[in-house]
């Protein structure tokens, strides 16, 4: 054979000679197997190369170690775990040594065949889980105390960088495309924003007390106080073995329900060692379809029977909105060589509110607990210091924690992605155009906008329409916590250009504290009466009240107030408010005028009133805006009652009588069956007084559904001075729809309401108002009934109500419809 042979033979074997070598020598791969969706190393998954069938599993942080000899060129490492979709990787990927992460998508569950027996394995030890769950739920203690550390990341997925590069507005922020991660993750994703939280918190079971104090928080660009509260530990606890788990305002049936059973599978998959500690692994799997239920694993010890960990995502088609993927992932670890308790809490979301495929969120928030104290003497003091059953306290100096201080004292060291975040912002936060983007987003989707320390807006009372004025124009102005942390200025300005009349408002607030909440405040008020009673309902002088407006004679009339106010809440749970107001009307259309109502002292229509106001809701969460308190709900129902005194011959009043109201307001969770949401009010007036001071049932006249009113009753149909009532909805959830596959696939909401109210009218009252042009009625003491049903969650955000009115005493001369559809819009998960 030639050179030139020699050369061809060894340029075509040579590789191959190598390889073989390659694939003889001892090999070392290192490993993390993980869930692909929450990034949660998986415990006790298998690594078993397919031929050779060398395999190892991994330890509980999801590592595996595995070493061979004399590796087959066409072997493959195949990865699997329970519940997860298998992975396959070629051999030939692997030199002497290696690193890999492999992410292991979830799979669908398959439609098991469930064979009946007279003694279900899985089930019993179910059982055994459930006898232990007094012993092993947290809330067996009298008392406990924890140190907590909260961390909430927010990352930016599906980015076009591309796309988005080319947009002209986005190009002077293209310099953030550099902080993409494409290397820690299966697919590249943006660090958006983090916040962390430390504190001590502790807990006393009987009688009911928590207290949370936030000693370290790094919120970036949020110092809402209110806001900061509710990132720490008090309100961010799942506690899995409760009957329910929320899921944003959803609640789910929880696999250790009491009536578990009757929506879950069990089965018993196999056993490991950890710590010299026998586990066992139980598979949790939904009964039925559509039911808002988890699907899952945990582990738990065969002796406590104590859950080590488990992993719970809601079930393929669970009626929740907007999630492409969610996961909660809890880990126990055993204090005092006998108690388990939590360690570590994890709840990652992928939020997808325009498609799986298109721009979407990914929020994960991970809380770990330290120095865990159970029925300890020093919990019980230092718990006691509060005076209201949940506190939660802001250290002094909280928000001015060091670099140096977290890396000392955070739980866990920040991963690479999340150190970037910090460098994100502190850019943005410098970036003139992102500021100026930024800004415009918020006013438009708040309505208003921050001018240095004045604040201006809402846009949507800038303009609006109605027949007695016209085209109407409008401007706020009002102060922010900028220009005081305790005093809050605002007026607004109103012109009509059919009256041509000018209207306006000034108010003053002094907030006295906020912890708890008091204040003062003085308002004079000269306008139309817009007939809004609650600050999220639609007023006259709304732009889209215009649009939603039925075809219905408006009713007018012009008021001027004068009022102060004082309230003050106290640490338990009960509110005092005591005002004095003048208030002074003016019929304008459709209305009886003043003229019919003479008065020897007085303007007819004047009235100066003193009021005492009392409330009640325990433990009540609330969030504050520029002044603005917002109640996000109590456990508890929520009890108000109001008792008011008119004073005749002060300051041009012309009437004497009193008024009693009363209100209870709460919502129940009847899990599985959705929640449902009631109020019971009613009132009393003693005495003779004008229709503008009776109690004017609440009437809704736009065909965009309020739920405070009676859709199907106009303003000023009907007026009592004795009245009672209720109103109830109960959102069932899926309901009826999850048993059709089109309209489970939809995730369509089913509800029902009722709304009802028995007034009379006393005959002195009948005599003083029923006069001129009158539009209204009295019940006479029969009950108007309106009952409703409808579809929610339509393409997620719409619903649709149909209302009937099928119990109508007395109506009005006006048109009365007994039957109308209703649109509304709701954002809900």
Not at 121 to 147: C, G, Q, V
Not at 772 to 777: E, I, L, R, S
């Given at each position: 054979?030639?050179?030139?042979?020699?050369?061809?033979?060894?340029?075509?074997?040579?590789?191959?000679?190598?390889?073989?070598?390659?694939?003889?020598?001892?090999?070392?791969?290192?490993?993390?197997?993980?869930?692909?969706?929450?990034?949660?190393?998986?415990?006790?998954?298998?690594?078993?190369?397919?031929?050779?069938?060398?395999?190892?599993?991994?330890?509980?942080?999801?590592?595996?170690?595995?070493?061979?000899?004399?590796?087959?060129?066409?072997?493959?490492?195949?990865?699997?775990?329970?519940?997860?979709?298998?992975?396959?990787?070629?051999?030939?990927?692997?030199?002497?040594?290696?690193?890999?992460?492999?992410?292991?998508?979830?799979?669908?569950?398959?439609?098991?065949?469930?064979?009946?027996?007279?003694?279900?394995?899985?089930?019993?030890?179910?059982?055994?889980?459930?006898?232990?769950?007094?012993?092993?739920?947290?809330?067996?203690?009298?008392?406990?105390?924890?140190?907590?550390?909260?961390?909430?990341?927010?990352?930016?997925?599906?980015?076009?960088?591309?796309?988005?590069?080319?947009?002209?507005?986005?190009?002077?922020?293209?310099?953030?495309?550099?902080?993409?991660?494409?290397?820690?993750?299966?697919?590249?994703?943006?660090?958006?924003?983090?916040?962390?939280?430390?504190?001590?918190?502790?807990?006393?079971?009987?009688?009911?007390?928590?207290?949370?104090?936030?000693?370290?928080?790094?919120?970036?660009?949020?110092?809402?106080?209110?806001?900061?509260?509710?990132?720490?530990?008090?309100?961010?606890?799942?506690?899995?073995?409760?009957?329910?788990?929320?899921?944003?305002?959803?609640?789910?049936?929880?696999?250790?329900?009491?009536?578990?059973?009757?929506?879950?599978?069990?089965?018993?998959?196999?056993?490991?060692?950890?710590?010299?500690?026998?586990?066992?692994?139980?598979?949790?799997?939904?009964?039925?379809?559509?039911?808002?239920?988890?699907?899952?694993?945990?582990?738990?010890?065969?002796?406590?029977?104590?859950?080590?960990?488990?992993?719970?995502?809601?079930?393929?088609?669970?009626?929740?909105?907007?999630?492409?993927?969610?996961?909660?992932?809890?880990?126990?670890?055993?204090?005092?060589?006998?108690?388990?308790?939590?360690?570590?809490?994890?709840?990652?979301?992928?939020?997808?509110?325009?498609?799986?495929?298109?721009?979407?969120?990914?929020?994960?928030?991970?809380?770990?607990?330290?120095?865990?104290?159970?029925?300890?003497?020093?919990?019980?003091?230092?718990?006691?210091?509060?005076?209201?059953?949940?506190?939660?306290?802001?250290?002094?100096?909280?928000?001015?924690?060091?670099?140096?201080?977290?890396?000392?004292?955070?739980?866990?060291?920040?991963?690479?992605?999340?150190?970037?975040?910090?460098?994100?912002?502190?850019?943005?936060?410098?970036?003139?155009?992102?500021?100026?983007?930024?800004?415009?987003?918020?006013?438009?989707?708040?309505?208003?906008?921050?001018?240095?320390?004045?604040?201006?807006?809402?846009?949507?009372?800038?303009?609006?329409?109605?027949?007695?004025?016209?085209?109407?124009?409008?401007?706020?102005?009002?102060?922010?916590?900028?220009?005081?942390?305790?005093?809050?200025?605002?007026?607004?300005?109103?012109?009509?250009?059919?009256?041509?009349?000018?209207?306006?408002?000034?108010?003053?607030?002094?907030?006295?504290?906020?912890?708890?909440?008091?204040?003062?405040?003085?308002?004079?008020?000269?306008?139309?009466?817009?007939?809004?009673?609650?600050?999220?309902?639609?007023?006259?002088?709304?732009?889209?009240?215009?649009?939603?407006?039925?075809?219905?004679?408006?009713?007018?009339?012009?008021?001027e107030e004068k009022k102060i106010e004082y309230y003050q809440e106290t640490n338990k749970n009960f509110g005092l408010g005591v005002s004095l107001s003048s208030k002074q009307f003016e019929a304008l259309q459709n209305l009886p005028l003043q003229s019919y109502f003479p008065s020897s002292n007085g303007h007819p229509f004047s009235s100066f009133e003193g009021t005492l106001k009392f409330r009640y809701a325990y433990a009540e969460r609330a969030l504050e805006n520029n002044f603005t308190r917002i109640s996000l709900g109590s456990d508890k129902p929520i009890v108000q009652l109001q008792y008011t005194h008119a004073f005749k011959n002060i300051l041009n009043s012309s009437y004497n009588y009193d008024k009693l109201d009363f209100s209870v307001i709460d919502y129940l969770s009847l899990a599985p069956y959705g929640n449902l949401y009631y109020n019971v009010f009613g009132g009393k007036i003693y005495g003779a007084a004008p229709y503008n001071f009776l109690q004017v049932l609440p009437g809704n006249e736009l065909m965009y559904y309020n739920q405070y009113a009676f859709n199907l009753m106009n303003r000023f149909e009907f007026i009592s001075d004795a009245y009672a009532g209720f109103n109830i909805e109960h959102s069932i959830g899926s309901g009826l729809f999850k048993y059709i596959p089109l309209t489970r696939k939809l995730k369509w909401r089913q509800f029902w309401n009722v709304k009802g109210v028995v007034g009379s009218l006393s005959a002195d009252n009948e005599k003083l108002n029923f006069v001129g042009n009158y539009p209204y009625k009295s019940l006479d003491s029969k009950m108007y009934?309106?009952?409703?049903?409808?579809?929610?969650?339509?393409?997620?955000?719409?619903?649709?109500?149909?209302?009937?009115?099928?119990?109508?005493?007395?109506?009005?001369?006006?048109?009365?419809?007994?039957?109308?559809?209703?649109?509304?819009?709701?954002?809900?998960?």
């Amino acid at each position: 054979m030639d050179k030139k042979g020699i050369r061809i033979i060894l340029a075509v074997f040579l590789p191959f000679l190598f390889l073989m070598a390659a694939f003889a020598q001892k090999k070392v791969i290192v490993g993390y197997i993980k869930d692909k969706q929450s990034d949660e190393p998986l415990p006790f998954a298998s690594a078993k190369f397919k031929l050779s069938g060398k395999g190892v599993l991994t330890d509980s942080a999801g590592k595996f170690v595995l070493e061979v000899e004399n590796l087959h060129k066409n072997d493959s490492l195949q990865i699997s775990s329970v519940g997860y979709k298998p992975l396959t990787i070629w051999a030939g990927v692997f030199a002497d040594s290696a690193q890999l992460t492999c992410k292991l998508e979830v799979m669908p569950p398959a439609n098991e065949v469930i064979i009946k027996t007279k003694y279900n394995r899985s089930l019993a030890f179910w059982k055994r889980i459930m006898k232990h769950k007094p012993e092993n739920d947290k809330t067996r203690w009298d008392n406990y105390s924890y140190e907590i550390y909260n961390k909430l990341e927010v990352d930016l997925e599906n980015i076009d960088t591309k796309k988005l590069g080319k947009n002209v507005l986005l190009k002077p922020l293209n310099f953030v495309f550099d902080y993409i991660d494409s290397t820690s993750e299966t697919k590249p994703f943006l660090p958006a924003y983090i916040t962390e939280t430390l504190s001590d918190y502790y807990y006393q079971k009987n009688p009911h007390k928590a207290r949370e104090i936030i000693k370290a928080a790094r919120t970036n660009g949020i110092d809402n106080e209110s806001i900061i509260k509710q990132l720490g530990g008090m309100y961010q606890n799942i506690n899995v073995f409760n009957n329910t788990i929320p899921v944003f305002n959803l609640n789910f049936i929880s696999p250790f329900n009491t009536n578990a059973p009757s929506f879950y599978n069990f089965k018993l998959l196999d056993t490991q060692y950890l710590a010299n500690r026998r586990l066992v692994h139980l598979r949790i799997t939904p009964k039925n379809k559509g039911d808002n239920v988890f699907e899952g694993d945990c582990w738990v010890h065969d002796t406590t029977y104590a859950l080590q960990k488990i992993t719970l995502r809601p079930a393929a088609d669970a009626n929740i909105n907007f999630l492409s993927g969610l996961s909660i992932i809890q880990e126990f670890r055993m204090i005092n060589d006998s108690v388990w308790f939590i360690y570590k809490d994890k709840f990652v979301a992928d939020i997808a509110p325009i498609g799986k495929k298109r721009l979407a969120l990914k929020g994960r928030k991970t809380t770990t607990y330290k120095n865990v104290t159970v029925n300890s003497d020093t919990v019980e003091k230092l718990v006691n210091i509060s005076k209201i059953p949940d506190k939660i306290e802001l250290a002094k100096g909280y928000a001015n924690g060091s670099d140096s201080f977290w890396q000392s004292n955070r739980h866990e060291e920040l991963s690479k992605s999340e150190k970037s975040v910090y460098k994100l912002l502190d850019t943005l936060e410098r970036n003139k155009k992102y500021i100026e983007y930024r800004n415009a987003v918020q006013f438009i989707t708040g309505g208003v906008k921050d001018l240095g320390n004045i604040r201006i807006g809402p846009w949507f009372y800038w303009t609006s329409w109605n027949p007695w004025e016209g085209i109407r124009l409008r401007f706020d102005v009002a102060t922010n916590t900028g220009f005081n942390k305790h005093l809050y200025l605002h007026t607004y300005g109103a012109y009509g250009f059919t009256d041509g009349q000018f209207k306006g408002k000034l108010d003053a607030k002094y907030v006295l504290g906020r912890d708890p909440w008091g204040y003062i405040a003085a308002t004079y008020k000269n306008d139309l009466d817009n007939g809004q009673l609650y600050y999220d309902q639609l007023g006259t002088d709304n732009v889209f009240a215009t649009i939603f407006r039925k075809d219905v004679p408006y009713k007018f009339q012009r008021s001027e107030e004068k009022k102060i106010e004082y309230y003050q809440e106290t640490n338990k749970n009960f509110g005092l408010g005591v005002s004095l107001s003048s208030k002074q009307f003016e019929a304008l259309q459709n209305l009886p005028l003043q003229s019919y109502f003479p008065s020897s002292n007085g303007h007819p229509f004047s009235s100066f009133e003193g009021t005492l106001k009392f409330r009640y809701a325990y433990a009540e969460r609330a969030l504050e805006n520029n002044f603005t308190r917002i109640s996000l709900g109590s456990d508890k129902p929520i009890v108000q009652l109001q008792y008011t005194h008119a004073f005749k011959n002060i300051l041009n009043s012309s009437y004497n009588y009193d008024k009693l109201d009363f209100s209870v307001i709460d919502y129940l969770s009847l899990a599985p069956y959705g929640n449902l949401y009631y109020n019971v009010f009613g009132g009393k007036i003693y005495g003779a007084a004008p229709y503008n001071f009776l109690q004017v049932l609440p009437g809704n006249e736009l065909m965009y559904y309020n739920q405070y009113a009676f859709n199907l009753m106009n303003r000023f149909e009907f007026i009592s001075d004795a009245y009672a009532g209720f109103n109830i909805e109960h959102s069932i959830g899926s309901g009826l729809f999850k048993y059709i596959p089109l309209t489970r696939k939809l995730k369509w909401r089913q509800f029902w309401n009722v709304k009802g109210v028995v007034g009379s009218l006393s005959a002195d009252n009948e005599k003083l108002n029923f006069v001129g042009n009158y539009p209204y009625k009295s019940l006479d003491s029969k009950m108007y009934m309106e009952v409703g049903t409808g579809v929610d969650n339509i393409f997620k955000i719409f619903r649709v109500d149909l209302v009937w009115r099928v119990l109508s005493p007395n109506a009005s001369t006006q048109a009365v419809n007994h039957f109308g559809v209703f649109g509304s819009v709701r954002f809900s998960f």
